[in-house]
């Protein structure tokens, strides 16, 4: 056996930590001389010490320990706590790590603010386009009916019919929940039939009307840059006299990965109309 110092350098664990729990009851000395007070520590207790630790740095306390060791718990417990653990603090280190491009890439839109935007004018024609219209209460399930679109609707109309992937959305102001949307696919020619995906969601051909002035931008798919075509074309608005006049829409040019839209190459559209002067009223 090992008195408390050895035991000390063996476990690398403090003393004072050691005098600790064996104070509070949580990891007792395997042997206490009763003429000099001396502790003594078995090598098998590092596997007892091994386990608090562990608990310890899932973040459970004292008590909760204490509790937990009096039950007797496996190895292969703590194994599977600590796998949740691990997958919690990489899903904060992915958050951080989003956080952090997102204040990167709006001081870098301040930071180009005052150079010409890359936005191009396009007129754009009326276009038949077959699609479905729901107010979406989360962003999961706007994403996982897109999911389904791009998926099953290719399947079930004659090849050569669908053009490019296209979201309108009718809401006033952004919002995460109670989007209004309408996601379909625009068409190179008329479908007959509606298509049914399920029973709550059909598919049904309507014309997106015509767009003389459509100021648009051209952007990588990513949820955490979605701000910057919106900043670019707001600049070339205010810049140029023109005001927003209708519902943006979302193209997808390119689509390699429908599931997340990850790569994808999309252009923002937004309908804009020249500022009108204010008409001089004589009294």
């Known amino acids: ?10 476990s690398r664990v403090s003393k004072r930590l050691l005098h600790y729990y064996d104070d509070i009851g ?19 207790q590092l596997t007892e010490l091994n386990r608090i630790l562990a608990l310890k740095d899932l973040g459970l306390t004292l008590d909760q320990i204490t509790t937990m060791m009096g039950s007797s718990i496996s190895d292969e417990d703590i194994q599977g706590m600590l796998m949740m653990k691990k997958a919690e603090a990489e899903q904060a280190v992915f958050e951080d790590l989003r956080r952090l491009r997102r204040i990167e890439a709006r001081l870098q839109q301040n930071q180009s603010a005052d150079k010409a935007p890359d936005v191009v004018i396009k007129s754009i024609p009326a276009q038949p386009f077959l699609s479905t219209r729901h107010v979406f209460k989360a962003p999961e399930e706007l994403m996982q009916l897109v999911e389904q679109i791009m998926h099953r609707v290719p399947e079930l109309v004659n090849p050569g019919t ?10 006033d102001g952004f919002s995460i929940t109670d989007n209004d949307v309408n996601p379909g696919f625009l068409l190179k020619r008329p479908v007959k039939k509606p298509i049914r995906l399920n029973e709550e969601c059909v598919l049904r051909m309507q014309e997106l009307p015509a767009v003389e002035t459509m100021a648009t931008s051209v952007q990588v798919a990513d949820p955490d840059l979605e701000f910057v075509p919106f900043a670019q074309i707001a600049q070339w608005i205010e810049q140029n006299g023109y005001r927003i006049a209708g519902p943006y829409r979302e193209i997808g040019l390119e689509v390699p990965n429908a599931t997340d839209f990850k790569g994808a190459i999309m252009e923002l559209q937004m309908p804009v109309e020249p500022l009108r002067a204010p008409t001089n009223v004589s009294h």
Do not use: N
Request: hydrophobic share 40%.
């Open 162 to 171: 669908l053009g490019s992937f296209c979201a309108v959305f009718y809401s």
């Open 1 to 10: 056996m090992f008195r408390i110092g050895e035991f000390s350098k063996i």
């Open 26 to 44: 949580l990891l007792r000395p395997a042997h206490v001389d009763h003429e000099t007070g001396y502790r003594y520590y078995s090598a098998q």
